[in-house]
Every structure is written in structure tokens, then in C-alpha cells.
């Protein structure tokens, strides 16, 4: 194994880092406590998801398509298992792995895979055996679930009624979050061999996809159950800010497209918390380990946009108080658990075009365990979540800035993927008719949303308007 002692890690009700590389964290009783910072692995090209064997052994997925191993503190150049048609392109690629809750019996392993199909990409969810460091025996749970370079999800997660739950996008189509004849932005429930539970909240509604668990949501990449209470919590991603920590329960829509960031409407889920500017939630955790005592019960979130962890205190659902940890260490956080040993692992996500540059040296896969080597004090970032300011009044401007600004730019000067619009340079078309089209219809192949349904014909032409007005 490459271990670096990079860092040592110190919390003041949480852990952030130091240039120095010092850090250090008082607990309640005022006792010191010391963490480290070792690299486990690097040249990796997004990690997307760490979990655990019962024997200690790591199991990761690359998006490119491959399931790696380290053991024993040394990475395996074999992989586990290689997906030979991996549909990799953007956000898309080898994503959620989850054991079986009854690994040790029966050796099974979930993994959720983008895949092309007459030119189309799709996700499914495979099952494998697991045989002598092999995955063998593929099943396909489910498949078919149309996917985009964006907006795929797919975080898995056995719940404590050991049913499988899947996270999936909305496939840059927004309209689909509320269709339940479709997959799409939904957090789907079914049995460990496929079939689809009895008490599934629409098992009797004949229109509507049976495995549905709830609906409305835009990107959901985090699924985490809080011990005790067995509530699920979902992060979610917004558009141009709107970042979102739900509290899923049976049944219930979660808006989007038809409310996002502040807004409310009846019969729809608001969000628990809600970030704006955006942070880009992740994988989510319980730290439920030994390591760190202070840890206990607090929601750890990986932060993509953000550049770090998001630590959430708890307390009978009502939320305490809420720190940024590693901010801008680090770059962007992928995966975060919680290992057999109670230390807590992360992954890297910088090799994540177009938000990063892709340089190398590419994604790392971190641990941050105790250690007893002193540092200088810091204190962590404390901040607030954005959800009781005042709802923003639906405008031509406004619903540009929350819904278009983070691809073509806030003066639609455009970004390091998507070409700039001043000056009327637009590739397809650039009269009022050739805009509307594309806002109604998008064009999902290279990563624009299809806004038809989602909001109104009347605001996609004010819209259309508001395009032409600022690019002249």
C-alpha cells in the first residue's frame, strides 16, 4: 500500500483542514482529539463508490468500468470485475454499489452501471456473485431506466427492511421526475432478487411503475438510512443552486420540476434543507463507528461543487448545527463511508469533466483516522442552510439564473463546456422559434435540458425573449 501522511486532521465539533497540515478537535469534555489524513490510493479516475467485505478488504468502482480492490493496504492491479459496455461519458459510467445485508451467506453484490442501447444510454442494476476476488454470475434487477450525460443518479442502498433502494435522475428531462409511467427521478424500491415488494406505495395503480418509492426528484446521488429512527434521507442536486437533503417517506412527490429552491405548492415536498449556492451533495453517511465518539449520529455529506464534507447534527429530526469540513482541499468529495474500523474514507472526483479541468494526478482515495500527533487549533466553517429566506418571485431573469445560468453563464457569457451566446452565436438557430424549440425540447445529447412541461409555454417564450434581448 502508498501511504502518505499528508495530514493530520483537527475538529472543533467537526474536522477541517489546515494548510499546515495540523489539526485537532475538542469534544464536549474539552479532550483533545488528533486526526490524520493517508492516501490509500491515487491515479484514479472517479472513484464513484467505496464499500466494505466483512474481512476489511475495499471494494471501489471507477466510472470507467471497473471494480478495484485493496487489501491488506495494497491495491490489486486485477480488477474485480470489468464492465465491457460501459456507456462512460460525462457523469455516466460504473456508479452505486451496495453488499446484500446477508453478504456472508450468500456472497452477493449490487452494482448500477450506465450501458448503451441503439445509441440511447441506459442504467441498470446487476447483481454478482462474489467468488475468490471475482464478481461472477451476473443478474440484471433491472435495466432499460433512460440515462443522459447528466442527471443518472444512481446511488444504492439496502434499507432496514433489507428492500433494495435506487436513486435515479431525471435523464436532463425534467418533465419525466413527475411521470410515474417512467423511472426517472425517482427512488425506487424492490426485493434482492429483482421482484418488486408487496407494499410499494403504487403496487395498485395500474399506470404507474410499480417499484416507485417516491418522486419529483432532479438527481438524487446520496441514500442514507439514520440508525434508530430508520428514516431514509436523500441528497439531491438543484439547478444553479437548490441543492437539497429530503426526508423520503412512501409515496410523496418532491416537486421537481414544478417547484425547486424555496418554493412550495400543495400535495409537494419541500425540502429538509436546502443550499443555495449550490454544493453539489453526494454520497451521505450515519457515522455510526467507534473512532471518533463526537462523530456520533451526525450526518456526513460529500460535497461535489463544494469541495468538501458537510457535517449535519441531529437531534430528534430537528438539525443543531451545520459545518463545512476539508473546504477546497481535497477538490471534489465523491464517496464518503464509514469503514469496519470506525475510520471514515473518502473519494476524490476531479477527473469529472466539465466541472474540473481533468488534469492529473486524477482521483485519490483518502482515510481520515485518529492520531495522537498535535497541530494548531482550527475551527470548522460553521453555515446555515438557506431554506427560510423569502421564495423568489418567478421572472424571466430569475427563472434564467435558476434554471440556465450554471451551463450558458449568469450573462449567458457561457462556461468551460458550453460556448458563449453573446453576440448571437448560436449553433441551432438563433431566431426566437429555433430557441424555443430548443428550450422546449432541449437537446440532450450534448447535456441541455428538455424544459417541455416543466414550466409553461408562456415562460419558455418569455425565456426565448429574455435570450434574445441579452445577446444582441
Same mark, same amino acid.
Given at each position: 500500500?502508498?501511504?502518505?501522511?499528508?495530514?493530520?486532521?483537527?475538529?472543533?465539533?467537526?474536522?477541517?483542514?489546515?494548510?499546515?497540515? #495540523?489539526?485537532?478537535?475538542?469534544?464536549?469534555?474539552?479532550?483533545?482529539?488528533?486526526?490524520?489524513?493517508?492516501?490509500?490510493?491515487? #491515479?484514479?479516475?472517479?472513484?464513484?463508490?467505496?464499500?466494505?467485505?466483512?474481512?476489511?478488504?475495499?471494494? @471501489?468502482?471507477?466510472?470507467?468500468?471497473?471494480?478495484?480492490?485493496?487489501?491488506?493496504?495494497?491495491?490489486?492491479?486485477?480488477?474485480?470485475?470489468?464492465?465491457?459496455?460501459?456507456?462512460?461519458?460525462?457523469?455516466?459510467?460504473?456508479?452505486?454499489?451496495?453488499?446484500?445485508?446477508? @453478504?456472508?451467506?450468500?456472497?452477493?453484490?449490487?452494482?448500477?452501471?450506465?450501458?448503451?442501447?441503439?445509441?440511447?444510454?441506459?442504467?441498470?442494476?446487476?447483481?454478482?456473485?462474489?467468488?475468490?476476488?471475482?464478481?461472477? #454470475?451476473?443478474?440484471?434487477?433491472?435495466?432499460?431506466?433512460?440515462?443522459?450525460?447528466?442527471?443518472?443518479?444512481?446511488?444504492?442502498?439496502?434499507?432496514?427492511?433489507?428492500?433494495?433502494?435506487?436513486?435515479?435522475?431525471?435523464?436532463?428531462?425534467?418533465?419525466?421526475?413527475?411521470?410515474?409511467?417512467?423511472?426517472? %427521478?425517482?427512488?425506487?424500491?424492490?426485493?434482492?432478487?429483482?421482484?418488486?415488494?408487496?407494499?410499494?406505495?403504487?403496487?395498485?395503480?395500474?399506470?404507474?411503475?410499480?417499484?416507485?418509492?417516491?418522486?419529483?426528484?432532479?438527481?438524487?446521488?446520496?441514500?442514507?438510512?439514520?440508525?434508530?429512527?430508520?428514516?431514509?434521507?436523500?441528497?439531491?442536486?438543484?439547478?444553479?443552486?437548490?441543492?437539497?437533503?429530503?426526508?423520503?417517506?412512501?409515496?410523496?412527490?418532491?416537486?421537481?420540476?414544478?417547484?425547486?429552491?424555496?418554493?412550495?405548492?400543495?400535495?409537494?415536498?419541500?425540502?429538509?434543507?436546502?443550499?443555495?449556492?449550490?454544493?453539489?451533495?453526494?454520497?451521505?453517511?450515519?457515522?455510526?463507528?467507534?473512532?471518533?465518539?463526537?462523530?456520533?449520529?451526525?450526518?456526513?455529506?460529500?460535497?461535489?461543487?463544494?469541495?468538501?464534507?458537510?457535517?449535519?447534527?441531529?437531534?430528534?429530526?430537528?438539525?443543531?448545527?451545520?459545518?463545512?469540513?476539508?473546504?477546497?482541499?481535497?477538490?471534489?468529495?465523491?464517496?464518503?463511508?464509514?469503514?469496519?474500523?470506525? @475510520?471514515?474514507?473518502?473519494?476524490?472526483?476531479?477527473?469529472?469533466?466539465?466541472?474540473?479541468?481533468?488534469?492529473?494526478?486524477?482521483?485519490?482515495?483518502?482515510?481520515?483516522?485518529?492520531?495522537?500527533?498535535?497541530?494548531?487549533?482550527?475551527?470548522?466553517?460553521?453555515?446555515?442552510? #438557506?431554506?427560510?429566506?423569502?421564495?423568489?418571485?418567478?421572472?424571466?431573469?430569475?427563472?434564467?439564473?435558476?434554471?440556465?445560468?450554471?451551463?450558458?453563464?449568469?450573462?449567458?457569457?457561457?462556461?468551460?463546456?458550453?460556448?458563449?451566446?453573446?453576440? %448571437?452565436?448560436?449553433?441551432?438557430?438563433?431566431?426566437?422559434?429555433?430557441?424555443?424549440?430548443?428550450?422546449?425540447?432541449?437537446?440532450?445529447?450534448?447535456?441541455?435540458?428538455?424544459?417541455?412541461?416543466?414550466?409553461?409555454?408562456?415562460?419558455?417564450?418569455?425565456?426565448?425573449?429574455?435570450?434574445?434581448?441579452?445577446?444582441?
Amino acid at each position: 500500500m502508498r501511504i502518505n501522511h499528508l495530514a493530520s486532521l483537527a475538529l472543533v465539533l467537526g474536522f477541517a483542514f489546515l494548510s499546515g497540515f #495540523n489539526y485537532r478537535k475538542k469534544n464536549m469534555y474539552g479532550k483533545e482529539v488528533f486526526f490524520k489524513i493517508d492516501t490509500l490510493a491515487a #491515479n484514479l479516475i472517479v472513484p464513484w463508490q467505496i464499500t466494505f467485505l466483512p474481512d476489511k478488504t475495499m471494494l @471501489f468502482t471507477e466510472r470507467t468500468g471497473e471494480v478495484r480492490l485493496i487489501r491488506n493496504g495494497k491495491l490489486s492491479e486485477r480488477p474485480v470485475l470489468k464492465v465491457n459496455d460501459i456507456k462512460a461519458e460525462s457523469k455516466t459510467g460504473l456508479l452505486g454499489t451496495v453488499l446484500h445485508p446477508n @453478504f456472508i451467506k450468500n456472497h452477493l453484490i449490487y452494482i448500477a452501471q450506465n450501458y448503451g442501447e441503439n445509441n440511447k444510454i441506459r442504467l441498470r442494476v446487476v447483481q454478482y456473485l462474489y467468488e475468490k476476488d471475482n464478481l461472477i #454470475n451476473p443478474k440484471t434487477l433491472i435495466q432499460g431506466i433512460p440515462g443522459a450525460r447528466n442527471h443518472t443518479g444512481c446511488r444504492l442502498v439496502f434499507g432496514p427492511d433489507k428492500k433494495l433502494y435506487i436513486s435515479t435522475g431525471d435523464a436532463d428531462q425534467p418533465i419525466l421526475a413527475q411521470d410515474l409511467k417512467t423511472y426517472n %427521478g425517482k427512488i425506487l424500491r424492490i426485493n434482492d432478487d429483482g421482484s418488486i415488494p408487496k407494499d410499494n406505495p403504487f403496487i395498485e395503480n395500474d399506470t404507474a411503475k410499480k417499484e416507485i418509492w417516491s418522486y419529483g426528484h432532479r438527481n438524487p446521488q446520496g441514500l442514507a438510512f439514520e440508525p434508530f429512527t430508520n428514516k431514509l434521507y436523500a441528497t439531491e442536486h438543484g439547478p444553479t443552486g437548490g441543492d437539497e437533503l429530503n426526508v423520503i417517506e412512501k409515496g410523496s412527490n418532491y416537486g421537481w420540476p414544478v417547484i425547486h429552491h424555496q418554493e412550495t405548492k400543495h400535495g409537494m415536498v419541500k425540502p429538509f434543507l436546502e443550499y443555495t449556492p449550490s454544493i453539489g451533495p453526494a454520497e451521505a453517511t450515519f457515522y455510526k463507528g467507534n473512532a471518533f465518539p463526537e462523530l456520533k449520529g451526525s450526518l456526513l455529506v460529500a460535497c461535489l461543487r463544494g469541495e468538501s464534507i458537510l457535517r449535519i447534527q441531529l437531534d430528534q429530526g430537528k438539525v443543531v448545527k451545520q459545518e463545512v469540513l476539508l473546504k477546497k482541499q481535497y477538490g471534489r468529495i465523491r464517496s464518503i463511508v464509514v469503514g469496519p474500523d470506525g @475510520f471514515i474514507y473518502i473519494s476524490t472526483s476531479n477527473f469529472d469533466l466539465p466541472e474540473s479541468k481533468g488534469e492529473r494526478p486524477y482521483d485519490m482515495i483518502l482515510r481520515l483516522s485518529p492520531s495522537t500527533e498535535k497541530g494548531n487549533q482550527i475551527i470548522a466553517q460553521q453555515i446555515i442552510s #438557506n431554506n427560510k429566506g423569502d421564495i423568489v418571485q418567478s421572472s424571466p431573469a430569475n427563472m434564467f439564473n435558476q434554471l440556465c445560468a450554471s451551463c450558458h453563464g449568469d450573462k449567458l457569457q457561457g462556461s468551460t463546456s458550453v460556448y458563449s451566446l453573446v453576440g %448571437g452565436k448560436f449553433k441551432h438557430g438563433g431566431d426566437k422559434k429555433s430557441i424555443v424549440n430548443n428550450i422546449t425540447n432541449g437537446i440532450v445529447d450534448k447535456g441541455m435540458p428538455a424544459w417541455n412541461g416543466a414550466i409553461s409555454k408562456k415562460d419558455i417564450e418569455s425565456l426565448a425573449d429574455y435570450v434574445l434581448l441579452n445577446t444582441k
